[in-house]
């Protein structure tokens, strides 16, 4: 299997230069030159397995210059006991719903599932590019991000990563998960001002060609975890053959039957997995895509106009807080049947202008496997409430803008196919936004908002949230943007 490039369908590497690379040179992204078919009765074959196999079957397809054994290895140590206590991605039945649980990873969120798998596949991908260099990783995060990165590749040889957060604009439990952070390879920054500030400084060391050479001759070279990475798109595609695998099991559709798939959605990237998983052979009826106040996305699928020229919303489901979905580019380069030139067209508008509109058959053909609502925070509070209430399951904030927008689906197509709702997010991560809309006031501390949750639903916290408040925290170091570049120098003893 080949890479081509979303704004070069001539460039071709293989799947470990592409997660080597991250992004491509002229700015496309990786994308495979074809999909791998799985056919009914190798899903029904797979639906014997436990999750780590069911993900090395469905990665193997992808990242052919792995052997079969590499994979499996890499899998059964991304998704084993240890990051994974519980099962990796269990399915739970919420009402008529078939809910996804992608939050019983180290970090309590589904990044996880990329982020612990997406490590050994860089070091592997990096030595079989022939290279003997240390990678460092550096991240700039707005929350969720930067913690399952620090979880995947700490103490990983072969690596360093270094975090920077904005100081000030995450939560308090946020900012324990990170600077508590284990590991030998690891660093942690609170960089002052916002997200934005730390993002463009990270930036800035990249394109430092000083830097990077002075980094060459200590063996060493900068990558990213950037989720448009393959490395991170691929494991997410796994779980959505998982969850049709469990339904078999469990007797809820037979096989080949569609089922409609929703995932609350900010970069496009979960929601470009499950229809990945589609095209590979997977009975995937309609895709779902829910977002919150930030619903380029929506305008977007139902009007076939791009447009990021819009109020920026803080919301309750923060993760989602987005106005460039850089996944959709992907998606816009199959549909329109590879075209490479139209792509690189429509994303030079996006960068100049902040817009972009497709053709009215990319956009008919969009629609025709998308359809797509949004939630503000108000109703996202409701249905947390609601779905509480009526069946006594908790859901966080990004996982409740789904449930709501299935349920704008189903009155307005009346469409009642069998539905799996990806969930992002423990509720515990969001725990204040969570317990104030179960009607409770949430205290000032974040692990007594925790323990007031644990009372409120009757469910224990997760252990990886509680346990933060006794550990020691590491890195408490605050430095301004534009001295990031030489803190990192410093960190690696350039
Ligand atoms: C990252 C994230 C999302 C959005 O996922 P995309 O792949 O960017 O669409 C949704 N929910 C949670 C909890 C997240 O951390």
């Known amino acids: 299997m080949r890479y081509h490039s979303t704004r070069n369908r001539y460039l071709a590497v293989s799947s470990a230069q592409a997660i080597v690379a991250g992004l491509s040179r002229e700015g496309g992204l990786f994308v495979p030159e074809s999909f791998p078919q799985f056919t009914l009765k190798q899903i029904a074959t797979m639906s014997g397995l436990p999750y780590s196999k069911r993900a090395a079957a469905v990665l193997g397809g992808f990242l052919t210059d792995f052997s079969a054994q590499e994979l499996e290895a890499c899998a059964d140590a991304a998704y084993g006991t240890g990051a994974f206590p519980r099962a990796a991605a269990p399915l739970v039945k919420v009402g008529d719903a078939h809910v996804l649980e992608l939050f019983h990873g180290p970090t309590c969120a589904f990044k996880d599932f990329a982020l612990q798998l997406m490590p050994h596949l860089l070091t592997a991908s990096v030595a079989k590019t022939g290279s003997d260099k240390t990678m460092v990783i550096l991240v700039a995060t707005s929350g969720d991000t930067g913690k399952a990165a620090l979880a995947g590749f700490a103490d990983v040889p072969g690596t360093k990563i270094c975090v920077f957060y904005p100081s000030g604009a995450i939560?308090?439990?946020?900012?324990?998960?990170?600077?508590?952070?284990?590991?030998?390879?690891?660093?942690?920054?609170?960089?002052?001002?916002?997200?934005?500030?730390?993002q463009s400084g990270v930036k800035r060391i990249f394109t430092d060609a000083a830097l990077a050479h002075r980094l060459e001759e200590k063996g060493l070279a900068f990558s990213s975890a950037n989720s448009i990475n393959w490395g991170r798109l691929a494991p997410q595609i796994a779980y959505y053959f998982s969850a049709y695998c469990d339904m078999l099991a469990a007797g809820s559709i037979k096989i080949g039957d569609k089922i409609n798939i929703v995932v609350p959605t900010g970069n496009f990237g979960n929601i470009l997995a499950a229809w990945i998983a589609g095209r590979c052979g997977l009975p995937v009826g309609k895709l779902i895509c829910a977002s919150n106040s930030n619903n380029v996305l929506t305008d977007f699928i139902s009007t076939g106009i791009y447009n990021r020229n819009r109020d920026f919303y803080v919301t309750a489901s923060p993760s989602m807080d987005i106005l460039v979905s850089s996944n959709l580019e992907r998606l816009l380069y199959f549909i329109s049947g590879q075209d490479d030139k139209k792509i690189?067209?429509?994303?030079?508008?996006?960068?100049?202008?902040?817009k972009y509109t497709v053709d009215r058959d990319l956009h008919a053909a969009i629609k025709a496997q998308f359809w797509a609502g949004f939630a503000n925070d108000a109703q996202t509070a409701h249905t947390i409430k609601d779905v509480f209430d009526s069946t006594g399951y908790l859901c966080d904030t990004h996982t409740a803008v789904a449930h709501k927008v299935w349920q704008d689906y189903i009155l307005a197509t009346g469409d009642s196919a069998p539905t799996v709702i990806a969930s992002t997010a423990s509720p515990f991560k969001f725990a204040s936004s969570v317990l104030e809309a179960l009607g409770k006031q949430a205290p000032a501390d974040d692990f007594a908002t925790l323990s007031a949750l644990e009372a409120a639903s009757g469910l224990k916290a997760p252990v990886s949230l509680t346990a933060l408040q006794g550990l020691v925290e590491r890195f408490e170091e605050a430095i301004e943007p534009r001295n990031m570049e030489q803190a990192v120098a410093h960190w690696l003893g350039l």
Do not use: H, K, P, W
């Open 344 to 354: 690189a067209a429509l994303m030079q508008a996006l960068a100049a202008t902040g």
């Open 171 to 198: 939560s308090g439990i946020q900012r324990r998960q990170m600077t508590t952070q284990t590991g030998e390879n690891v660093m942690v920054y609170a960089a002052r001002g916002n997200f934005d500030a730390a």
